[in-house]
């Protein structure tokens, strides 16, 4: 399955950590990621991603496929700027939420209208809109939860 993993384009030593041990086990169960391309959760996950042998897809803001960080397998430019963020969502089966900014809420909006199973690892809280955002503590469980939810 592909999974898109959201996330911010600036993050903590902790949560890159926390990023790249999501990517090495979406990898590890053979699943492809797809994120924005660009820096911060997006470079950790797909780093995480590539060191487990798995394949990466970067939905790029920009007109240039040279502008994706060096672990994406498959740039796709889109010169949408942040409307790119209704894409990435938009080619994962399900959605892995990490630590972000609007942007990352937003792609949590989108996610919620494509109706993708969401799972939440330190994101927001969305539960005042109505979302179904499974909120998990570990790497594991966000895979775990996706898979899960893809089999119902």
Known sequence: MRVSVIGGGTITDEQATRAEAVGRELAARGHTVVCGGRGGTMEAVCRGAKAAGGTTIGILPGERPE???DS?????ATGLGHAR???VPLNG???IALTGGVGTLSEIGFAGIYDRPIVGLETHDVSDFGMALETVESPEAAVDAVESALER
Request: glycine fraction near 0%.
């Open 85 to 87: 963020n209704a894409l």
């Open 93 to 95: 089966d399900a959605v």
């Open 67 to 69: 502008a994706a960080n």
């Open 72 to 76: 994406v397998d498959h740039p796709i």
